[in-house]
């Protein structure tokens, strides 16, 4: 009796811990309020001017623009490819390979994205001091 009741709160605490928890982050207002801060750290930490904050601000927001598209596509991809998989049909592996290298080719361009963002964030900093 005791070993069941030992296993079973095992079970229960390790089970608590594989579902992911739906945080702050999850709310869009939390979120704005964190990019909010997160931009008036970076002025204040680069002594950026208005017009240079301006450029970098245009650059952060294109690059997320890109980002957002690519991450929607993904989603898309990986839905079509779940229902491919789940339609019946009998999918080669041709088609799998293909669907599959997509996927990965748009992931490689997001983070290339993020790095290129990265990279003229580095650049102003050098420049700035």
């Known amino acids: 009796m005791r070993a069941i009741s030992f296993i079973v709160l095992t079970v229960l605490f390790f ?8 945080g702050k982050w999850q709310n869009e207002e939390m979120r704005a309020k964190f990019e909010e801060l997160e931009n008036i750290k970076l002025i204040e930490t680069l002594k950026m001017d208005e017009e ?21 596509k993904i989603r898309t991809d990986i839905d079509n490819l779940d229902a491919m998989l789940k339609s019946g049909r009998v999918v080669t592996t041709e ?11 748009l992931q490689f361009n997001l983070k290339r994205t993020g790095l290129i963002l990265l990279i003229h964030f580095l650049i102003y900093s050098r420049t700035s001091r």
């Open 52 to 72: 240079t904050t301006l450029r970098f601000f245009s650059r952060k927001t294109e690059h997320k623009s890109q980002q957002d598209e690519i991450q929607e």
């Open 95 to 105: 088609e799998l390979k293909s669907k599959i290298d997509e996927i990965n080719n």
């Open 15 to 22: 089970s608590t811990n594989l579902f992911p928890q739906k």
